[in-house]
């Protein structure tokens, strides 16, 4: 019965790879705004 629940949480894993890239970009984002002003002055 463990098996079977393991095999619910595999599908889970790759959902949430997905909302963790976008989040990734986000941040990237922000870095660049941030690099920008810094290297004007």
Known sequence: ??????????PDIPVVDEPVYS???EVKEDICEVEEPGGET
């Open 1 to 10: 019965m463990n098996e079977e629940e393991n095999n619910t949480t595999e």
């Open 23 to 25: 989040a990734n970009v």
